[in-house]
């Protein structure tokens, strides 16, 4: 076995980051994953801000369901005030992390909340 999941992931994580980045006309929505919760944000990379950030452990935030349902609902949640922001374009970042389950099912709330990627 060659590294653990976590090496593996950051090793994928840097080969995706090579190739992108945000822009102030296109931010990039980036996507963190846990065991417990979910956490998405919209950061222009080249001033290097936040421009908007949900999660699922917020105090704001409040659904119920499993884990995938939550995600859509973080990803809804994040577009609101993305596009509140006058943000409608992103670059979607799964920052390492297969494009399957949850993180498939924020990008699925983001799309639905507003924001094209």
Do not use: C, W
Not at 11 to 27: D, F, M, S, V, W
Not at 29 to 42: C, D, P, T
Not at 49 to 54: F, I, S, V
């Amino acid at each position: 076995m060659a590294g653990s999941k976590t090496s593996r992931r950051e090793r994928i994580k840097q080969g995706i980051r090579k190739n992108l980045a945000g822009t102030t006309e296109r931010p990039r929505l980036s996507v963190f994953r846990s065991n417990k919760g979910i956490y998405a944000q919209v950061i222009d990379d080249t001033t290097g801000k936040t421009l908007a950030a949900a999660s699922s452990l917020s105090k704001d935030f409040v659904a119920s369901g499993n884990k995938v349902e939550q995600s859509k609902a973080v990803g809804k949640l994040v577009a609101e005030k993305a596009v509140a922001a006058g943000i409608s374009k992103v670059v979607f970042d799964r920052n390492g992390y297969l494009y399957h389950g949850r993180v498939k099912s924020l990008a699925e709330g983001a799309r639905e909340g507003g924001l094209d990627f």
